[in-house]
């Protein structure tokens, strides 16, 4: 699994962990009906207990991003493109709002915040 919890992040580790199978999921890096580990293995993999990873693996289900088949494991959900750009803009809308209205507060002009978006995204991470 391609997940690093950060210490000075203040979400708790199960979030950190569903936050980027999150991520994956909607990039599509983790398309639908990959198998995930097991909860063991993720968390031996990732040095955390079992009770992390469950919580982890309990909130992606609850938002519909993975499935559960009993006696074969967990799987990403099969979503369509229109669900998972609606899921996207959904997680990234309250975010927008944010930065927008810090923005605004901060008298900062459209074409600047749009500018430092753009010069940002292209960065990568």
Excluded: H, N
């Amino acid at each position: 699994m391609d997940i690093s919890l950060l210490p000075e992040d203040v979400r708790p580790a199960y979030r950190q962990i569903s936050d980027r199978i999150a991520a994956q999921i909607l990039s599509r890096s983790m398309p639908g009906g990959t198998p995930l580990p097991s909860i063991r293995t993720a968390a031996k993999e990732l040095g955390v207990s079992v009770i992390t990873v469950r919580s982890a693996w309990e909130a992606l289900e609850a938002d519909g991003l993975i499935t559960t088949r009993a006696g074969s494991g967990c799987f990403v959900a099969e979503l369509s493109d229109a669900e998972l750009a609606q899921r996207r803009r959904s997680q990234l809308e309250p975010m927008l709002d944010r930065l927008i209205r810090t923005a605004k507060d901060m008298g900062c002009p459209p074409d600047e915040l749009a500018r430092m978006v753009k010069q940002r995204y292209g960065q990568g991470d």
